[in-house]
T-cell receptor
Framework: SAVISQKPSRDICQRGTSLTIQCQVD?????MFWYRQQPGQSLTLIAT?????????ESGFVIDKFPISRPNLTFSTLTVSNMSPEDSSIYLC???????????????FGPGTRLTVT | RKEVEQDPGPFNVPEGATVAFNCTYS??????FFWYRQDCRKEPKLLMS???SGNEDGRFTAQLNRASQYISLLIRDSKLSDSATYLC??????????FGAGTTVTVRA
């Protein structure tokens, strides 16, 4: 398993501003992911962040709006830029680790950042 | 058609009851399957992986039916603490996770 922390846990931001969310893992992982979960809905993958390369964005998400950094194997940031009320959501980072006994991989999630844009 | 579909519920059951629900997936080449539990305003937490032969963890039993493309979760002897939303997660042959919208279970005293 993996222990993941996120900062901030929640924030209320004004329209047009940007917020950077930090994700820290207690072990080195290759694959880190950023998800969004809007109220009452399931998780939507924003992008995959691998250390040493540019993040890979899913359809509907672009780097200008959601720039991601991955400076090392235990840390990543997601920035929500030029926010609008539609960006109000929970943002979660997750990591993929080898299951105990292998060979399959399992994903573990951070506690999430609850963002409200006014 | 959604890649992963779940009955949203809610399933309202008394303590001690057995509750079971399924999740269907559309990609026949899907490789891995999981059940996650998500409590209100919390992150999803891995409940169990689902193996081809089916697996059991205490009161929880998960099964995979590849022919009919569904996985199931059965909870025996329900506890109040089992109240949560259960998310079905499927990994396709592109190694990407697809999430179901979740099945809500409410266990009442």
């Amino acid at each position: 398993s993996a222990v993941i922390s996120q900062k901030p846990s929640r924030d209320i931001c004004q329209r047009g501003t940007s917020l950077t969310i930090q994700c820290q893992v207690d072990s080195q992982v290759t694959m880190m992911f950023w998800y969004r979960q809007q109220p009452g809905q399931s998780l939507t993958l924003i992008a995959t962040a691998n250390q040493g390369s540019e993040a890979t964005y899913e359809s509907g998400f672009v780097i200008d709006k959601f720039p991601i950094s991955r400076p090392n194997l235990t840390f990543s940031t997601l920035t929500v830029s030029n926010m609008s009320p539609e960006d109000s959501s929970i943002y979660l980072c997750s990591v993929e680790v080898l299951a105990d006994g292998g060979p399959a991989y399992e994903q573990y999630f951070g506690p999430g950042t609850r963002l409200t844009v006014t | 058609r959604k890649e992963v579909e779940q009955d949203p519920g809610p399933f309202n059951v008394p303590e001690g009851a057995t509750v079971a629900f399924n999740c269907t997936y559309s990609n026949s080449a899907s490789q891995s399957f999981f059940w996650y539990r998500q409590d209100c305003r919390k992150e999803p937490k891995l409940l169990m992986s689902v193996y081809s032969s089916g697996n059991e963890d205490g009161r929880f039993t998960a099964q995979l039916n590849r022919a009919s493309q569904y996985i199931s979760l059965l909870i025996r002897d329900s506890k109040l603490s089992d109240s949560a939303t259960y998310l079905c997660v499927v990994i396709g042959n592109d190694y990407k996770l697809s999430f179901g919208a979740g099945t809500t279970v409410t266990v009442r005293a």
